[in-house]
């Protein structure tokens, strides 16, 4: 059987544009939500109707924990076995953001383990996901490929979007949102 999302707390790791997207969405599934966002201030996390938190007390309280931060230095292994183990064992974990945040060997244990409930991934640290992956063996996990942008929509919106940056680059010198900013100068 399933769960219902009705009356389960939602714990945000990241919440920029798309994870601040999944925390109203969920809201309407009257879920509560938490998130761990260092760079997120409280009235940014008031706006999306989110409890800003620490990242042991989002796990801890999360019935699900959706992962969406970039892979960086900061973030990478960050969902690491300890991080797992200070989740409910009646809870999820989901990661659609980047492969490398969670560690796939603690992960693969804790669902054989049943330390937690179950797991749905679309990105992996190797891609595709090696034949040997121990995550491939682990019970209670949905992997799906990582199809985010594989819609006429999706390329759409993407292709105006590096437009319209492209044309406030020229008409500003603006860099706005640049991840690799540093890189171009």
Excluded: W
């Excluded at 939602?10 to 260092?38: E, K, N």
């Excluded at 620490?54 to 969406?68: P, Q």
């Excluded at 679309?122 to 799906?144: F, G, K, Q, W």
């Amino acid at each position: 059987l399933g769960v219902e999302l009705k009356g389960k707390t939602l714990a945000l790791i990241g919440a920029g544009r798309i994870g601040s997207s999944v925390a109203l969405r969920c809201q309407a599934f009257d879920m509560d939500v938490v998130v761990f966002d260092p760079y997120l201030t409280p009235a940014r996390a008031a706006e999306i109707g989110a409890e800003l938190v620490g990242l042991d007390e989002a796990v801890e309280r999360g019935d699900f924990v959706s992962i969406h931060v970039p892979l960086n230095a900061e973030t990478r292994g960050m969902i690491d076995e300890s991080v797992l183990g200070q989740m409910k064992p009646s809870s999820f974990l989901i990661n659609v953001s980047r492969g490398g945040i969670v560690d796939e060997t603690a992960l693969a244990k804790a669902l054989h383990n049943g330390r937690i409930a179950g797991a749905a991934l679309d990105v992996y640290e190797i891609e595709p996901l090696p034949m040997n992956s121990p995550l491939r063996a682990a019970p209670n996990l949905v992997m799906t490929p990582h199809l985010g942008a594989a819609t006429v929509e999706a390329q759409i919106g993407v292709a105006t979007e590096v437009a319209e940056k492209i044309r406030v680059f020229f008409d500003t010198g603006s860099f706005a949102d640049a991840v690799n900013a540093a890189d171009l100068l």
